[in-house]
């Protein structure tokens, strides 16, 4: 079986890192080979060092060495350079780096200084973390540069400042007027990534933010149509639990592009290509013209790696029958 | 007073701190400026890094935040980023990267890809150090790139590796055929430097490698024309005590380059520039054509702050008369 996940940071990693909990633990389905798309559209250039914060999360959820209540960032953290850059008056201070997690950004900016393309340098990342013999394979959603940035008011005018600022230092609190995704009309997919939506037996959207993680993915130019195409079905998890996102702002993303902070509404960002929906049992009212909606017997919450093996589980079923 | 000093790593940057020890502590001499033209030739790039270890040195020692023992590197350090580029199978390992110390590096490399010059990138550097509140300028010798090379044997053939490789990989313990100082005879003087020989009321070199450190120093276009030239008296401090380098492997560089080792032979290397040469008394027999030679009057060994500044004391009652 060939499994084929969009994901984001901390949603996508917890419910890819369940799903392949779940196969290695079910009979049979041990071999099945997992791709992760990963959105890289929240990269961004720190102190001369390319982070994708997206990307990391994923190598060390999957790889065993993610800040577990936190969900980013690895475990057992210091933050000694960043305050030597701190001493040295470097900015912006509101991006937390880590030694170990710097290590990761290090090598990427030296490897992709070397010339290797984003699908390579994350080919050698995941190499380390052990993805492959985990039968993971993690991909960029493109090789090419994609910078999300939140259009915000600046006074009378509108100022656009990259979506990592808007996230991590204001907490998505200033509210967004709208999303300037630069590159990504140019963008192509990463080798691989049409291919894993089109040979793939399920695709499956994670509960990751729906407008900047899942939405960048699908706006690379050909990804929505393979989608679309794809013989596999396509199930998705809700992001949202009565229209309140688990973590993360994504009901600030939504109100931005004006869709309704609900799980149908949610929904409605993949009606074009979404074949059933998994919800929590509070909007197990929710209803949707060409998707078939079913609610999970528990929390859909990924509170644990059981927990989200068990909502991954059932997507699976869904996307049996 | 100007006082001009060229120096290396650790030996030079013990000295001009206690060079400046002295002048603070010696009434009328509290005013006097101090400028330090430093070795960039064992500058090297490592993980996509630019790392000027002489610099380094001079600023963490003269800053107060060297780890004393070691004499180079910052105190209290850890190694937690280095560990992760292990993980990632990164190369080299055999240069140590602190974590403190790489915050160094990666504002350093920051500012370099701004388009900063090493002249620039140095003075913001020295700015958080506090150096100009000490009265201290350092200044790199060039912003030009100069990469010194030691051209060892490779079984019947020769091989030219990194002056850092073979110094701190092989402990400078291969035969060395020669140097090869890349950039070197096409560098300009950085900003400043030819400036503080000139001008400078005394030009003192410190105990640092005469062949790799000052000699390197020395090589870059107009800085050893510019020492002949100038009417301050230039006084040197021997960086060997019967033949053997107090620290570092002065003796190996001077074999490679067929030059006495001893505080003589370390002595001919200046001998058109040179006034005035501190020495051992274990080298009071020393007499060169051209300079007094003077004997220390207690071991020429910077054991502390305090011993340094007697030494560099004698130097400059050596200029004076």
Redesign the interface.
């Known amino acids: 079986m060939r499994i084929t996940a969009l994901a984001g940071g901390v949603g996508g990693a917890r419910f890819v890192r369940g799903l392949r909990h779940h196969l290695d633990a079910t009979p049979g389905l041990g071999e099945a080979e997992v791709t992760v798309v990963a959105n890289t559209g929240d990269d961004i250039t720190l ?3 390319r982070v994708s914060p997206d990307v990391d999360t994923l190598l060390y959820t999957l790889g065993g060495g993610v800040e577990e209540q936190q969900g980013w960032g690895r475990a057992e953290e ?1 933050h ?6 701190a ?4 900015l912006p201070q509101w991006f937390t780096l880590g ?2 997690d ?3 950004h ?2 990427r ?2 490897w992709l ?1 070397q010339g290797l393309t984003p699908s390579q340098v994350t080919a ?2 995941a190499g ?1 973390w052990g993805l492959p013999e985990r039968r993971i394979t993690l991909l960029p959603m493109t090789d090419d540069p994609v910078e999300t940035h939140v259009v915000v008011a600046d006074g009378e005018r509108e100022a656009a400042i990259h979506f990592q600022e808007w996230w991590v230092r204001h907490g998505a609190s200033l509210p967004a007027h709208r999303f300037v995704v630069a590159g990504l009309d140019r963008a192509a997919p990463a080798p691989g990534v049409l291919e894993a939506v089109r040979d793939a037996d399920v695709v499956l959207l994670p509960p990751s933010n729906p407008v900047v993680s899942v939405g960048i993915v699908l706006g690379v130019p050909g990804v929505r149509e393979a989608l679309r195409e794809t013989a596999a079905p396509v199930v998705g998890v809700s992001p949202l639990i009565s229209g309140r996102p688990v973590r993360g702002h994504a009901d600030a993303c939504l109100r931005a592009i004006g869709v309704p902070e609900s799980a149908a509404g949610v929904a409605g960002l993949y009606e074009d290509l979404l074949d059933a929906w998994l919800v929590d049992a509070a909007d197990a009212d929710t209803t949707l013209p060409r998707a078939r909606v079913a609610v999970h017997d528990e929390p859909l919450l990924m509170s644990d790696v059981a927990a989200a093996g068990r909502i991954a589980a059932h997507a699976l079923r869904l996307a049996e029958g």
């Open positions: 102190f001369g060092l210091t000694r350079v960043q305050a030597e850059l001493a040295y008056g470097a030694d170990r710097l290590g990761t290090i090598i900016s030296q200084g050698r990342l380390r």
